[in-house]
């Protein structure tokens, strides 16, 4: 059977549906969606796969897991290869995975990119335009979709609210990833992975977390943690860590085409 993950290769929660799928050693063919400049999330042959019009999205055979939680914990239980979720320790790995997916990263990244530069502020504001320009396109050629495109244009609005608005959540958001960091840092004094002495679900999204952390450029929040960072070092040096392409850094070529094609709506 061949498992299908539509993914974008800097997407946050796309790095964690190919982190699990590397780390189980499962098989995959990758279907790139262009979230940013082609924004083919919109495409009515993905919105059939994913209706939330996000990555990632992982069809096998006749299961279609839309979101990177339930990828992580499907490809957990259904494939052979180490558990990643054993017993003993589920209940402080669904501890890790609530608070991780309690927070968001968007309104953090996209926070801290509008507070360095009026240009990110105004591609971002195009953006989602765009965006909504292609749901609103995409109902009315496809009134199937209609109860979906009307779920992601209440959310594209109040992203619009949450990230542009000048009582933005950015401060909030730094306080709690703060907060996730110290709460790792405690959890690694007691055992050498974040929940428990084996590698786990919850090393996944924390993996994923800190490699964020790195590219917004808050490496500070990481190598000031001692057990954090030598946490991280062991994360990172991880064969996983480059199968899975995860990404410290946005490749400047692509941020500058994204902007363009932003800006200058091409
Ligand atoms: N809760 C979802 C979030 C998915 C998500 O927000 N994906 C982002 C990329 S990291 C996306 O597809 N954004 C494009 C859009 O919202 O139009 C998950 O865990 O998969």
Request: aromatic share 10%; glycine share 4%.
């Amino acid at each position: 059977m061949t498992l299908e993950l539509y993914s974008n290769d800097s997407s946050y929660y796309s790095m964690i549906a190919r982190l699990v799928l590397v780390e189980k050693g499962v098989r995959y063919n990758l279907n790139q969606i262009d979230i940013h400049i082609k924004m083919e999330q919109f495409n009515p042959e993905y919105v059939r796969i994913q209706p939330n019009m996000t990555v990632p999205a992982l069809v096998s055979g006749n299961d279609v897991l839309d979101g990177s939680e339930k990828i992580l914990r499907y490809v957990n239980e259904h494939f052979t290869g180490v558990n990643l979720y054993p017993e003993e320790d589920q209940v402080a790995i669904d501890d890790s995975l609530k608070r991780h997916y309690a927070f968001s990263i968007e309104d953090l990244t996209m926070g801290n990119a509008m507070r360095k530069s009026p240009i990110a502020k105004f591609a971002l504001g195009r953006g989602l335009d765009r965006g909504t320009a292609k749901c609103l396109e995409l109902m009315k050629k496809h009134p199937e979709f209609t109860v979906a495109c009307q779920k992601k244009l209440e959310l594209e609005k109040e992203r619009r609210k949450l990230i542009l608005s000048s009582e933005n959540n950015y401060e909030q958001m730094l306080k709690e990833a703060t907060e996730i960091c110290d709460f790792l840092e405690s959890s690694l004094a007691k055992h050498e992975y974040a929940a428990s002495n084996s590698y786990s679900l919850a090393d996944i999204v924390w993996t994923v977390f800190i490699a964020r952390l790195f590219m917004i450029k808050f490496d500070n929040m990481i190598t000031s943690r001692k057990n954090l960072n030598n946490y991280w070092q062991r994360m990172s040096s991880r064969e996983s860590f480059v199968l899975a392409n995860i990404r410290m850094s946005m490749p400047k070529k692509l941020l500058l085409r994204i902007m363009l094609a932003l800006i200058f709506k091409i």
